[in-house]
């Protein structure tokens, strides 16, 4: 499988993840669909780089080292939004 399969596959369940309706169970628990918690913000993040990556390895053919920067950047932001975001900045989302 190409890393466009990967990708698209993984964007498409973050993308379920931030905008399901969840969102509408989060309006009635805290008041607002979007709080702009730092999980919330770095998933919207790492959602924004990959679906940038994606559009330029699929549209423009983007390939080589650069791509695969751009790729390990976005995986980085990955492990920030699980680990680092938990342990580092206080939010409602932070249970550590």
Do not use: Q
Request: aromatic share 18%; with cysteine.
């Amino acid at each position: 499988m190409h890393i466009e399969g990967i990708l698209l596959g993984a964007v498409s369940f973050l993308s379920i993840g931030i905008f399901h309706p969840v969102a509408i169970w989060a309006e009635r628990a805290w008041g607002s669909y979007w709080s702009w918690d730092p999980k919330e913000t770095w998933s919207l993040i790492t959602w924004i780089i990959y679906a940038i990556y994606l559009h330029l390895r699929i549209s423009k053919g983007w390939k080589g080292k650069s791509a695969a920067i751009f790729a390990a950047v976005g995986f980085i932001c990955v492990i920030f939004t699980y680990i680092g975001v938990n342990t580092l900045i206080p939010g409602i989302h932070s249970y550590a």
